[in-house]
Structure formats: structure tokens, C-alpha cells
């Protein structure tokens, strides 16, 4: 699966890429009541305009992406400085308030995590294949501080074509499953299906639970 991303990206193959922040982005986020200066995590990125979009209402955003060719085309889009640095395992670039770390987002830490207040998928999770689904559930949850509030994209695909992506189908019981033992979920809106795909998206506020919840 690793080396299928990295192929993906090395050859352009990222028609999950949007030109413009994600309108469900836009008009759901506002009603989450994250305080503008709350960090942002962004798991699995990629070069998403999402991340300026938060970046641009008082967020610094952490986005993690496994292709460094996703965060250079970033970097290139962007019009500020670049400043780089190196922690074990990853290759840190920051513009302006966004700051992408380059590695595998399973090797993100807690310690790592400390400033995170808020989070934001619109591709990991669909990204992974079923078998990594449940890690990642669980390893978000553990980056997360109870209270922290979160944004989460889900994705359905057309019936017979559920065993092929990426993106992949995860249907919303799926996502209850994962990640309700750790967090509070809301689905906020379903999409319609997608004309020539029959993609439909659904979309969730969680919030993580606390250790007596």
C-alpha cells in the first residue's frame, strides 16, 4: 500500500486532489467552535488546500504525508518562506503557519502531538485499505486530547465496487465502529452520490471522550 501511494504521487495519479478548499470543509468547520490559535492535525494531507484554508482562519495546522513529492508541490504552490528541519523519521517544512512533517504517520507520536487541539480527515481514512483502518482509528485517538473536537470525511462507494480503491469504501457503520469507543460522533451531513462514480460522502463531528466517559 505504501509503495502504491508513493507511485501514485511520483506519476501525478491523484485525481483525489481538489483545486479549492472542500466546501463540506468550509461550512462545517465554523460550527465545531475550535478557537482560532488550536493547532490542527492533518493525517495522510497530501497537498491539500484545506490546510491554508485553516491556515488562513488563525489555525496552525500539522499535516502528515507520506509522499515528499505531495509536500514540495505544496511548498511551490504557496508564496511564503520555507523553513526545514529534522526530527527522527521525518522532514519538517513549515510556510507560513502550516507545517507538514514527511513520513509515516504511524511513527507520529504523542510527544510529537502535544500542541494538537483539533483534527481534520478528508483522506486517510479512506485511504487505507480495511485491514489499517482499525490501527489508524486507534492511533488518532491517541494523538488527540480529550475535549479536542475534529472533523472527519467518510466515503461510499457504488454497490459492487466496494473492494476497490484507493479511495476506499467505508460505509458509516464502519466509522461508528471504529471510532466510538473513543469518541463522541455526530453525522453532520450525506452527500449524494457522485455522477459516474456513485461516490457519496458522509460527514461526521467527533470529539474525543474523556477516560471517565
Avoid at 501514485?8 to 472542500?22: T, V
Avoid at 511513527?107 to 510529537?112: G, L, S, V
Wanted: include cysteine; charge should be negative.
Amino acid at each position: 500500500m505504501v509503495n502504491e501511494w508513493l507511485t501514485r504521487w511520483r506519476e501525478g495519479r491523484i485525481g483525489f486532489h481538489r483545486a479549492a478548499p472542500h466546501p463540506v470543509l468550509c461550512h462545517h468547520w465554523p460550527l465545531l467552535g475550535v478557537s482560532p490559535g488550536v493547532k490542527v492535525l492533518v493525517p495522510l494531507c497530501g497537498k491539500s488546500h484545506d490546510m491554508r484554508w485553516l491556515g488562513h482562519r488563525d489555525h496552525p495546522v500539522l499535516g502528515i504525508e507520506l509522499a515528499p513529492q505531495a509536500v514540495e508541490q505544496f511548498l511551490a504552490e504557496g508564496s511564503e518562506p520555507v523553513s526545514r528541519y529534522h526530527q527522527v523519521g521525518f522532514e519538517i517544512s513549515r510556510q507560513a503557519n502550516v507545517e507538514l512533517w514527511c513520513g509515516d504517520f504511524f511513527h507520529f507520536h504523542i510527544e510529537q502531538a502535544a500542541e494538537v487541539g483539533a483534527f481534520y480527515d478528508r483522506a486517510a481514512l479512506i485511504a487505507l485499505p480495511p485491514a489499517t483502518r482499525q490501527r489508524y482509528a486507534f492511533h488518532l485517538a491517541q494523538l488527540i486530547p480529550p475535549g479536542a473536537s475534529g472533523l472527519l470525511i467518510g466515503l461510499e462507494r457504488a454497490a459492487g465496487e466496494e473492494r476497490y480503491g484507493p479511495p476506499f469504501h467505508v460505509p458509516e457503520e464502519e466509522v461508528r465502529e471504529l471510532f466510538e469507543p473513543n469518541f463522541r460522533i455526530t453525522l453532520l451531513e450525506r452527500g449524494t452520490p457522485e455522477p459516474g462514480s456513485g461516490f457519496r460522502e458522509h460527514v461526521w463531528a467527533m470529539v474525543r471522550r474523556g477516560p471517565v466517559e
